[in-house]
């Protein structure tokens, strides 16, 4: 079993839509979720962090973790063609950006 | 802020030759470097963690003596992939660890924009 498992999708969504994107994970010792973005053939892009259970928004993304169901969300509301990326979750038992273990990475597309 | 860069950003080797990859932070210091792999339509592997001035450390299954990692300076640090194969062909992927930026104290990592490596 994986540490982290992502569906990679594809997911399709028209323009506009709100997208929900999940992660599980089995180790319970994960302290520190991120989000990222990676567009083809290029690095990954740092969307959303956070340390603890609960929500974060930051504009049009939301990031939401679980940990008693070991569960992480990211929520893209009004979305663009420009969203269109591979999102990656990531996690860390060490606090801080330290040996990331991310999970596969989910293929979206958002259709004008 | 905050940007890794990586050189080159493709390149084409024959098999048996070595290839170096470097990654560079660009506007902070980065005492700590991570190198990943990653698969088409696969997540990125992390492969070694590479700390200034120290031996990097290698995770469990990846090839030390195939996978040189030097990490000279606080902005720099090299992959060498010697000896390469085809089945080394891959993304290879830096990024840097950024405490703070700019006076923010932060504790990130940032990712440079990869390299993809064939190898013929």
């Known amino acids: 079993q994986k540490e982290v498992e992502q569906d990679p999708g594809p997911l399709s969504v028209p323009e506009g839509a709100i997208v929900s994107l999940n992660c599980t994970y089995s180790?319970?010792?994960?302290?520190?979720f991120m989000w990222y973005r990676q567009y083809s053939r290029k690095g990954p892009e740092l969307l959303m962090y956070?340390?603890?259970?609960g929500n974060k928004e930051d504009g049009r993304f939301t990031a939401q973790v679980d940990k008693s169901s070991k569960y992480i969300s990211l929520f893209i509301r009004d979305s663009q063609p420009s969203d269109s990326a591979t999102y990656l979750c990531?996690?860390?038992?060490?606090?801080?950006?330290?040996?990331?273990?991310f999970g596969q990475g989910t293929r979206l597309t958002i259709n004008p | 802020g905050a940007v890794v860069s990586q050189h080159p950003s493709w390149v084409i080797c024959k098999s048996g030759t070595s290839v170096k990859i470097e990654c560079r932070s660009l506007d902070f210091q980065a005492t700590t470097m991570f190198w990943y792999r990653q698969f088409p339509k696969q997540s990125l592997m992390l492969m070694a963690t590479?700390?200034?001035?120290?031996?990097?450390?290698?995770e469990q299954g990846v090839e030390k003596d195939k996978f040189l990692i030097n990490h000279a300076s606080l902005t720099l640090s090299t992959l060498t992939v010697t000896s390469a194969h085809p089945e080394d062909s891959s993304f290879y992927i830096c990024?840097?660890?950024?405490?703070?930026?700019?006076?923010?104290?932060?504790?990130?990592?940032?990712f440079g924009p990869g390299t993809r490596l064939t190898v013929t």
């Open positions: 956070t340390y603890s259970s």
């Open positions: 990024s840097a660890r950024a405490w703070a930026l700019a006076g923010v104290v932060l504790d990130e990592q940032y």
């Open positions: 590479s700390n200034e001035g120290s031996k990097a450390t290698y």
């Open positions: 990531a996690m860390s038992v060490i606090q801080g950006a330290q040996k990331l273990v």
């Open positions: 180790n319970s010792a994960f302290q520190y």
